[in-house]
């Protein structure tokens, strides 16, 4: 069973930058590819980003160009940077796991979650 911790995240004015992280905990991490997923008030969760075993990433549209994912194996840990941020980027942040070297946008191909972390931009 893979447990997954995220933090990082908290109150930012629009224009600021934050970074999340996300480390399982059990477990190393390097042989999944690993997904961002967000979800506002309201609101379906939605893709952000992914990476695969291979460090081959994958974004939303809505964040291209303004976030970026990556993965230290070594420190065992995903990172989430997200810059520009928006009021519209107000959401909890979920890291997720899937056991399987590609990427995927779909939140049903992910097998392990974590239990979110509160990103909040202010206008």
């Known amino acids: 069973q893979v447990q997954l911790v995220e933090s990082g995240g908290g109150l930012v004015q629009a224009g600021g930058s934050l970074r999340l992280s996300c480390a399982p905990s059990g477990r190393t991490f390097d042989s999944y590819s690993m997904g961002w997923f967000r979800q506002a008030p309201g609101k379906e969760r939605e893709f952000v980003a992914a990476i695969s075993r291979s460090h081959r990433t994958y974004y939303a549209d809505s964040v291209k160009g303004r976030f970026g994912i990556s993965r230290d194996n070594y420190k065992n840990t995903m990172y989430l940077q997200m810059n520009s941020l928006k009021p519209e980027d107000t959401a909890v942040y979920y890291c997720?796991?899937?056991?399987?070297?590609?990427?995927?946008?779909?939140?049903?191909?992910?097998?392990?979650w974590g239990q979110g972390t509160q990103v909040t931009v202010s206008s």
């Open positions: 997720a796991a899937r056991d399987n070297q590609y990427y995927s946008g779909s939140s049903s191909d992910y097998d392990y």
